[in-house]
């Protein structure tokens, strides 16, 4: 098979740059494309041989898609909700993820635009509505005092042949050391192992010797930078730099996430998915295979930070 020259069309960077990575070994070139509009002007340019894009994102327009591959077949319509969930996402990256002023285009209240925002699961979109807009580092606070983890949660979705299930600890330790701006943001947190609880007594079971708890006792993200990526009223979305550890297998990663500023205390909220053979964990299978837990999981995070600048 010759070589062929093919448009990566995908927002996640991690995977965006797996995937060309892939075609890359395969001796095919690559041209990644974090948006609609970049692969717009990528196109302009003739000699693409393919289009590898995200199905799932919610500005697509499948209808559309499915005209163009298709123009003389009949086109079935989307329902109305899946059309809802895209003109939302549209509007939010035309704001900058600016809610107020996508309710005001919108027609609606913002109460209701932020019901339906997480009733489509549009709270990453809406975070990172305008990726790479300079001179943003200076968001926040003037200096940032530090900070502790006063009190929050870290929870995952996990996905079994059994059924799906959630995992979920309040025990959250963490700090974060003052500096001249946001982008200057140092710390970690970490959660024991053991306090992970999906409310099955011998799934939590089988997670602690999976994740060899006792060998391995905590789970930890270590902050090296912020780096603020938008600008809106009442929240800074931001991608956080930094290594997490888990399963004693120590990976650099960049996590979305929103930091919300109230007063001397600061929130931040954080969603991921993490693939549990990148950190060696095994025993994910019983019964021969037929009992067996998918190694993708979504990591959720919510903490609390009371910031303090006499310390």
């Known amino acids: ?38 692969a717009a ?31 003389d077949g009949p086109v079935e319509p989307d329902a109305l909700q899946d059309i809802e969930r895209r003109h939302l996402a549209l509007t939010l990256r035309h704001t900058g ?9 919108l027609g609606i209240s913002r109460s209701t635009l932020l019901n339906k925002v997480r009733k489509y699961g549009l709270l990453v979109l809406a975070a990172l509505a305008v990726p790479g807009q300079a001179g943003l580092g200076a968001q926040g606070p003037p200096t940032l005092p530090p900070g502790r983890v006063v009190a929050g949660t870290l929870s995952f979705d996990g996905h079994a ?47 602690n010797k999976s994740m060899e708890s006792d060998k391995y006792p905590t789970i930890r993200f270590e902050l090296t930078g912020t780096r603020p990526v938008a600008q809106r009223g009442d929240s800074i979305p931001v991608t956080l730099q930094g290594v997490l550890i888990l399963h004693g297998v120590r990976r650099p990663v960049n996590l979305p996430a929103v930091i919300v500023f109230r007063g001397r205390d600061a929130r931040v909220r954080s969603d991921f998915p993490v693939n549990l053979k990148d950190y060696r ?7 021969l295979g037929m009992l067996k837990m998918s190694e993708h999981i979504e990591v959720h995070v919510d903490l609390l930070f009371r910031l303090d600048p006499s310390s």
């Open 97 to 105: 993820g600016n809610k107020r002023r996508a309710a005001h285009l």
């Open 161 to 207: 042949t059994v059924g799906d299930f959630v995992g979920r600890t309040d025990s959250v330790t963490g700090v974060m050391a003052g500096g001249a701006s946001l982008a200057a943001a140092r710390g970690w947190v970490e959660s024991p192992v053991r306090t992970l609880k999906t409310g099955d007594g011998r799934r939590d079971k089988d997670l």
């Open 281 to 287: 964990i095994g025993g994910l299978s019983k019964m």
């Open 41 to 71: 002007e990528a196109l302009a340019q003739p000699g693409f041989d393919a289009i590898l894009l995200d199905l799932t994102a919610p500005e697509l327009d499948l209808p559309a898609l499915r005209h163009a591959l298709f123009p």
């Open 1 to 38: 098979m010759k070589p062929l020259r093919v448009l990566l069309l995908d927002p996640d960077p991690e995977r965006r740059e797996a995937l060309a990575s892939v075609l890359r070994q395969a001796r095919h070139e690559a041209i990644p494309a974090p948006d609609a509009r970049a």
